[in-house]
């Protein structure tokens, strides 16, 4: 369905990333991976998704706090491929504090990473997608997104002004066959939040899928998380012609968390 295409996704060696990226190759995607992992991790990863799947992939592990590190990880893409026709904003980290106590370099990197790093990829991949009329960006919000929780003040900021990021590039490029969207998750099965289960588990005394559902029940009503797979094919769809006409939202996938 993507032949041909060239899909990049940031923070996609793990998680929901890599999920998206292998949904993506899948359906026949070029794919050029991004995260954390050494040269030689990457390589291989990369490596094994072109075995795997018959696709084009590349690693690339530039680091999102620096704009200029984003631009030679842009221009690397362009180089290569000659295009950009997908665009996935998906790096992101956390930090918990409350905000008299909030460290401000934790800050700057939340807000870096998460908001501004997208602000530059797309900088970047707008006027290739205009060229071409066509392009798909979905910028990986979350449900904190949408609503505020204690203690994530730079999260929150973050990813409120990821989805507001979001609405103002659909408007803008409305007129040249793209679409731009945010998906926001609620509780995601990442080894993430595996790890915010065991710590509950070991404080509340109980069994770990106890400690999921009273983690998760707390804010969902659909008690489940949701699998990282199925936000791969969630993107998928954003970029097929069925999803032609979604454009500048911010789409919750999150046990109806914010349905309350």
């Known amino acids: 369905m993507l032949k041909g295409k060239v899909a990049v996704l940031t923070g996609s060696t793990s998680g929901i990333g890599l999920a998206a990226a292998h949904s993506l190759a899948k359906n026949n995607a070029h794919i050029v991976l991004h995260g954390l992992l050494d040269d030689a991790e990457g390589e291989n990863l990369a490596a094994d998704f072109s075995r795997t799947y018959g696709v084009d992939c590349i690693f690339d592990g530039a680091d999102l706090r620096d704009p200029q590190a984003?631009?030679?990880?842009?221009?690397?893409?362009?180089?290569?491929?000659?295009?950009?026709?997908i665009l996935?904003?998906?790096?992101?980290?956390?930090?918990?504090?409350?905000?008299?106590?909030?460290?401000?370099?934790?800050?700057?990197?939340?807000?870096?990473?998460n908001l501004s790093a997208a602000f530059h990829t797309m900088q970047r991949a707008i006027p290739v997608m205009r060229d071409q009329n066509w392009g798909r960006i979905i910028n990986m919000a979350s449900v904190h997104g949408l609503v505020g929780s204690i203690n994530k003040s730079a999260y929150c900021a973050s990813k409120h002004g990821l989805v507001g990021l979001t609405k103002v590039a659909a408007l803008e490029n409305a007129g040249f066959g793209m679409t731009v969207n945010a998906i926001c998750p609620g509780w995601v099965d990442t080894p993430l939040a595996g790890a915010q289960v065991e710590r509950l588990a070991q404080q509340n005394g109980v069994s770990v899928n106890e400690a999921k559902k009273q983690l998760v029940g707390a804010k969902q009503p659909i008690s489940e998380m949701v699998k990282p797979s199925d936000i791969g094919d969630f993107v998928v769809f954003?970029?097929?012609?069925?999803?032609?006409?979604?454009?500048?939202?911010?789409?919750?996938?999150?046990?109806?968390?914010?349905?309350?």
Do not use: H
């Open 88 to 113: 996935v904003n998906n790096a992101g980290i956390q930090y918990t504090e409350q905000i008299g106590a909030f460290p401000n370099d934790k800050w700057n990197d939340i807000l870096a990473i």
């Open 70 to 85: 984003i631009d030679r990880f842009m221009d690397r893409v362009i180089s290569r491929f000659g295009c950009i026709d």
């Open 238 to 260: 954003l970029c097929t012609a069925g999803a032609s006409r979604i454009s500048g939202s911010a789409l919750p996938i999150d046990g109806a968390w914010t349905a309350q």
